[in-house]
């Protein structure tokens, strides 16, 4: 058996972390701790000396959830960061100056949320920012001056789900949704235009994977990932003038994951699609050599990110199965690539398991994708397993480090992760088939994943366990209550046990968004009683399986009633479970103290449950 990996190691804060490269290339910027607290750190960086650690600074100063975003404002001088409170999500703004080391909260306002919503490098010191200030529901977008910190409204949201800038910083494209759950594109053609035209009409059943990417760069035509005529999110450019679209890059069974535009032309360079692993699709020539360089680095799959504003230094993001995110900067005026760091650089002290892809056939006979990682020096048979169920749904398991594969099959356990239908990534078709079907045939999956398992001899069906997050958390809660005999325990992390309150409680600013959870999930108004039917809680009489439920008490996507109704109708009937419930935390545990006491308490659950190992023992 190899080595038992410290939950630290796995589940504390990195060692560092989102490297960011300065618009005139000369300092580098990334994330790590401080006194135990992620902040940001700075250091000079040269071509031919590479990163100065010896002179590496510390810029912010958070004592308590920890920075886990940040960005360089165009003109250099300015880092930008968000931070909520206890994660209630209500992100504000803040900014350092870095010349005199002064530190601003740039959207000083209670119970506001606010979003970067574009920046360029043509207007340096501002930035447009969306602020639900004025309704709680929509975002305005505000033109931020970082010299004097004034903001000014720029367009009163009409109800757009997606806004996109142009080289400008003018908004003047957007998602309009429908209450059918249908989209509409519309454009403007400058910021005093008083009409938006009416471009691209997204049925429901595309609406999850269209969306406009960007401007070109005289503004005439867009870039966007859209499904509509296609069988999986294409990219295309639509010419603004006529509607006409060209399709620059397909794949019939996956969706454009990611594009990297040109920062000065702003034609699409490279395209990442996602199957098993990531592939990539060159559609620059003058960049070709690039991506091959950039890829001879490491044999990870790497994410292609911007640097410096002359687009000399490139950021290369590297994810592995068997170790941490490594990060390289690459040189294009020399084609040469240099290490950074690794986000956690203990791991490689470990042995850990690969992720191997596999798929089944569901019971309706459709294809289902995921991943396996199996306990190293163990035979692959008979073994205790954790059903790692994914959140979102409309997400998805992605090939690469995953510390909660790593710690349970670390431990002694299969870990399965299945992209069930409804998940993201594999077409339209794949993602609608999980219409309406939550506690139902996306449920089906999950169980027939536990099926396959035990019919290739890797489980024993007398231990398998059943654990995950938000969409997650409610799969652990609603095997525990639909499948009472497959599951021996369950480990639920802020799962919602009733679709109704769940709907019903939404943030105000996702109002946008309610006819897709209408659509896709069920509209309390007119399906109360097929949600109930769908909803855990329903049927938490038939729950007799060991659970754990961790909730964060500030959550404001799935509120802490959600976890509280559930133990309230358990302990009603009897049935007892573990409940722990974080003051400080919201959807997911930030803190690093509190994603430990976590991880220390379901180590010792599953271990109790399924006989792995735990805690060092």
């Known amino acids: ?34 006194e135990g607290v992620l902040n940001v750190w700075l250091a000079p960086i040269s071509a031919d000396r590479g990163v100065d650690w010896a002179a590496a600074r510390v810029v912010t100063d958070d004592t308590d959830r920890g920075i886990r975003r940040l960005a360089w404002a165009h003109d250099g001088r300015h880092l930008l960061y968000v931070q909520d409170v206890g994660g209630d999500e209500n992100w504000r703004l803040y900014d350092v100056d870095l010349p005199t080391m002064q530190r601003r909260d740039l959207t000083p306002f209670d119970g506001v949320q606010a979003r ?16 639900n200030k004025d309704n709680p529901k929509l975002h305005d977008v505000y033109r931020l001056d970082l010299i004097t910190g004034a903001l000014t409204k720029q367009l009163d949201n009409p109800g757009f789900l997606h806004m996109v800038a142009d080289p400008h910083l003018v908004i003047r494209a957007a998602l309009r949704p429908r209450p059918d759950g249908s989209m509409l594109l519309v454009v403007r053609d400058s910021a005093d235009a008083a009409d938006w035209r009416e471009m691209l009409e997204i049925p429901a059943e595309d609406s999850m994977a ?17 499904s509509v005529g296609h069988q999986a999110g294409a990219l295309v450019r639509m010419d603004l003038t006529t509607g006409a679209t060209e399709v620059l890059a397909d794949d019939p069974e996956a969706d454009v994951r990611a594009v990297r535009v040109d920062p000065d032309t702003r ?20 960049v070709a050599d690039h991506v091959q360089a950039i890829r001879a680095l490491n044999p990870g799959d790497p994410a292609f990110l911007h640097g410096d504003d002359a ?15 490594s990060y390289y900067t690459y040189d294009t005026s020399t084609g040469t690539g240099s290490f950074l760091f690794e986000a956690r650089p203990e791991l490689s002290r470990y042995e850990l398991a690969a992720m191997e892809p596999f798929e089944f056939t569901a019971r309706d006979g459709l294809t289902i994708h995921g991943y396996l990682s199996f306990p190293l020096g163990q035979d692959r048979s008979g073994l ?7 959140g979102g749904p409309w997400s998805r398991d992605t090939w690469g480090f995953d510390p909660r594969a790593q710690w349970l099959a670390n431990r002694g356990y299969l870990c399965i992760q299945v992209n069930f239908r409804g998940s993201a990534g594999y077409g339209k078709a794949f993602l609608n088939a999980g219409d309406r079907e939550w506690g139902n045939k996306m449920q089906d999956d999950l169980s027939d994943a536990v099926a396959h398992a035990v019919s290739q001899g890797w489980s024993d069906p007398a231990r398998v366990a059943i654990m995950g997050g938000s969409y997650g958390g409610y799969a652990t809660l609603a095997g525990a209550a639909f499948t009472p005999d497959l599951f021996c325990c369950g480990v639920d992390i802020v799962g919602p046990s009733n679709l109704i309150t769940l709907i019903e409680s939404v943030p105000p600013y996702w109002a946008p968004m309610l006819a897709q ?20 809680l329903s049927a938490a009489d038939r729950i007799r399986i060991p659970l754990l439920i961790a909730q964060g008490a500030n959550d404001p996507r ?5 976890s509280e109704q559930i133990v309230a109708a358990l302990e009603q009937h009897g049935i007892s479970c573990d409940y722990m419930l974080f003051p400080d935390e919201g959807h997911g545990f930030a803190k690093p103290e509190n994603r430990l006491k976590f991880y220390t308490a379901a180590d010792t659950f599953l271990s109790r449950h399924l006989g792995g190992r735990a805690n060092g023992g």
């Open 311 to 325: 687009d000399r230094l490139w950021l290369a993001a590297f994810t592995n199965d068997t170790g941490s995110v």
């Open 267 to 286: 034609e699409p360079q490279i395209v990442t699609f996602l199957r098993d692993r990531s592939r990539y699709r060159v559609l620059d020539p003058s």
């Open 1 to 34: 058996m190899p080595e038992l990996i410290p939950l630290p190691v796995l589940f504390g804060n990195p060692e560092r972390v989102m490297p960011r490269i300065s618009p005139d290339g000369s300092q580098l910027a990334w994330i790590a701790p401080h």
């Open 517 to 536: 959870f209408h659509t896709r999930v069920g509209d309390p108004a007119k399906d109360r009683d097929f949600l109930w039917s769908r909803s855990p």
């Open 384 to 390: 205790p397993t954790v059903l790692a169920v994914h």
């Open 116 to 131: 970067l919503v574009a920046t360029h490098k043509d207007f340096p010191d501002q930035i447009l920012v969306g602020l």
């Open 558 to 562: 799935v509120k802490q009633a959600e």
């Open 210 to 226: 269209t969306t406009p990417v960007s401007f070109s760069a005289d503004g005439l035509s867009l870039l966007l990932i859209s």
